[in-house]
């Protein structure tokens, strides 16, 4: 079974742009939430997404946004890039979403904002 | 909300030495601990995780330790190789029905042969 997989990979954007970044679920999962990885804050939570409606919302200003469409296959949105967007984006797809599933990881969008 | 610590930040072992990791949390209604490890250059790879209903949890040379009372849990790995050099996660997913999972800043773990 493939895993999850994220595109593009790697990103580089000037402050002020927009970006989107995509990422398709295994096969048959139905929850996606994406997370920010930085050195000096870590592993954190932006959204999460079940059957297209977004189900929990971290801390983050209203830049970020995300959609899930019918296929469960999700994008995340960064509109107005600051230089401290530059970070690894990961999603992660579990099989419903409910508190005991397990979460499995892509590979990550590398984005560097200049 | 949750707030997850996690100790040491780096860690150097001998092959074929045990290596522990230690994480507490503070939400005590946090229900799922899971632990991932992260190689360079890849996303976060899921090695093992524990339910709050349970104690302990083996996988061959991996086990996840889990004391609800002092909210804290470990990772225990034993017979240490140098593949198993990488940083490893420790995570809590609160018990309000949420997926987000709250992460530990992480433990560098180098394995030397």
């Known amino acids: 079974k493939a895993g999850v997989t994220q595109t593009p990979r790697y990103l580089i954007k000037t402050r002020g742009q927009q970006v989107t970044l995509s990422c398709s679920p295994i096969s048959g999962h139905r929850s996606v939430s994406w997370y920010q990885q930085t050195p000096g804050q870590g592993l954190q939570f932006l959204f999460e997404?079940?059957?297209?409606?977004?189900?929990n919302k971290g801390n983050f200003p209203g830049r970020f946004s995300g959609r899930q469409f019918s296929n469960s296959r999700s994008e995340m949105n960064v509109s107005t890039l600051e230089l401290g967007d530059s970070a690894l984006y990961l999603c992660a797809s579990s099989l419903r979403g409910s508190s005991y599933n397990e979460q499995f990881f892509g590979p990550g969008t590398r984005l560097t904002v200049l | 909300g949750e707030n997850v610590e996690q100790h040491p930040s780096t860690l150097s072992v001998q092959e074929g030495d045990s290596a522990v990791i230690k994480c507490t949390y503070s939400?005590?209604?946090?229900?799922?601990f899971p632990w991932y490890k992260q190689e360079l250059g890849k996303g976060p790879q899921l090695i093992i995780d524990?339910?709050?209903?349970?104690g302990e949890k083996k996988d061959q040379r991996i086990a996840v330790t889990l004391n609800k009372t002092a909210k804290h849990f470990s990772l225990h790995i034993t017979e240490t190789q140098p593949e198993d050099s990488a940083v490893y996660f420790c995570a809590a997913r609160g018990g309000d029905g949420g997926t987000a999972l709250i992460f530990g800043k992480g433990t560098t773990l180098s394995v030397s042969s």
């Open positions: 524990i339910r709050s209903n349970v």
């Open positions: 997404y079940f059957s297209e409606t977004q189900r």
């Open positions: 939400d005590s209604a946090s229900n799922y």
